[in-house]
């Protein structure tokens, strides 16, 4: 399906709706409800979320939260008033297990904690599914101390196996080696396996990912490449090792699975919507039947050199929330600057900014005096078109304003390591 294919846009539809239904309470969802209630919409506003807990931010359960820095509190997006006051209904603790379409909205089932079946009908339907933490299927998989970590409750049993021991981390992306820093900065000893060339091999090129393998080697985390876990060893009612494919045995006391998500698309199958590694949708955050709209880390969505991708970061969750609250109103829809990404790993940050796809060319800076930082140009045709930095806040900010406003400097305008990339930026915005 392309875009041509997809429906008229909800904002097309007659005006708001007098009652819309987000299934979810992520970033995204509770966003796309304030955004919702600032752009002027006084209708019925209901956020579904299985989980009993207020909607929190995710991105510190595998930093702070284990490091005993941040209690639930601290956490959550909006306080429980925030919601009674903008008269946004949170029913927490509640399940969606089927939706029927109806004339002109569609009827939610859905069932409470104390196992209460009810229905509810709305006029508008958006989908903030979210998405689970992929898991192994090999032996000893279902151990109670093989854990992964999504949810507040994952990261709290986490929490409490600080300390019990060595611990194998499984998975070098952005789950893993966040929470391989933070566990190593605790004085745990830590063993990440990852079954690729390189760490982050989804999500940087090869020479940030050496420069991220060093700074783990120097926190004292020792990285194994090129490592499949075929089993983990269970002694009684304990974890002991992970045994990889070559035979090696790993010892551990816990094991963290890192390996991706899932999106949820259960609901979104149910209805007969176009999924494809996620939930498609376009440019107005509508899926494929024309009337319902996904947001979040369970889309799936055409980017600007072409191809779906599924963007899992706070930025897409609040751009698309944005870009829904739009079409919902029946206002213009906001274009959307390149997408940007972030990861905290003990005293490294990296960010990221543009999506490297294909690449013609690379160009990275360092500084002698500075050895704990490093920028990654990524150019297409001579163009700019993404950057990694590591411990470069002010490189990071230059680059994501220069591409944001369409600035695409060329390869020979950035490519002098001795004139500082905010200046060389000035430049090119002045030319």
């Known amino acids: 399906m392309n875009r041509r294919e997809f429906a008229e846009p909800v904002s097309g539809s007659g005006g708001p709706p007098r009652s ?13 409800a304030d955004r919702l209630r600032l752009g002027g919409y006084t209708g019925a506003l209901t956020l579904i979320t299985d989980e009993p807990h207020l909607p929190y931010q995710r991105p510190p359960l595998s930093k702070a939260w284990l490091k005993g820095a941040a209690v639930p509190d601290s956490l959550v997006l909006r306080a429980a008033d925030h919601y009674v006051g903008n008269g946004i209904e949170l029913l927490r603790g509640t399940a969606v297990h089927h939706i029927d379409r109806e004339s002109g909205g569609v009827v939610v089932h859905v069932c409470d904690s104390d196992g209460e079946h009810s229905t509810r009908a709305f006029d508008r339907l958006v989908l903030a599914t979210g998405a689970r933490a992929r898991r192994l299927d ?5 151990h109670r101390d093989v854990l992964v970590l999504r949810e507040l409750d994952h990261a709290q049993r986490m929490a409490e196996r600080v300390g019990a021991g060595p611990v194998v981390v499984i998975g070098g992306g952005f789950i893993g080696l966040e929470v391989a820093a933070t566990l190593r900065g605790l004085g745990t000893d ?17 020479g940030t990912a050496e420069f991220l393998l060093a700074a783990h080697h120097e926190m004292g985390v020792d990285v194994l490449l090129g490592a499949t876990p075929t089993e983990f060893v269970v002694d009684g009612d304990r974890i002991r090792a ?36 996620g939930v498609v949708v376009d440019e107005h955050c509508v899926t494929s039947d024309g009337r319902i709209l996904a947001i979040g880390d369970c889309t799936v969505q055409e980017s600007r050199g072409g191809g779906r991708v599924r963007l899992e970061s706070v930025d897409n969750a609040t ?27 003990g005293p490294w940050k990296l960010q990221i900014v543009g999506l490297v796809k294909t690449h013609t060319d690379t160009v990275v800076r360092t500084d002698p005096s500075k050895p704990s930082r490093s920028v990654a140009l990524y150019f297409e045709d001579d163009v700019l078109v993404a950057a990694e930095c590591v411990n470069a806040p002010a490189d990071f900010v230059a680059l994501r304003s220069a591409l944001a406003r369409g600035f695409r400097p060329s390869r020979e305008m950035l490519a002098d390591t001795s004139v500082p990339l905010k200046k060389l ?6 030319a």
């Open 425 to 430: 930026l000035s430049a090119v915005r002045s």
């Open 20 to 32: 819309v239904a987000v299934v979810g309470a992520s970033h995204a969802a509770v966003h796309l």
């Open 138 to 142: 090999i032996p000893g998989s279902g």
């Open 242 to 277: 992970v045994r990889l494919a070559d035979g090696r045995q790993i010892p551990a006391a816990s094991v963290i699975v890192g390996v991706g998500a899932e999106p949820r698309t259960e609901l979104a199958e149910q209805l007969g919507l176009e999924c494809e590694r």
């Open 319 to 345: 751009e698309q929330a944005n870009i829904a609250a739009a079409t919902l109103l029946g206002s213009v829809v906001p274009d959307r600057p390149c997408p940007w990404f972030w990861s905290d790993q």
């Open 190 to 206: 830590v063993t990440v396996v990852e079954a690729g060339p390189q760490l982050m091999g989804r999500s940087v090129g090869p």
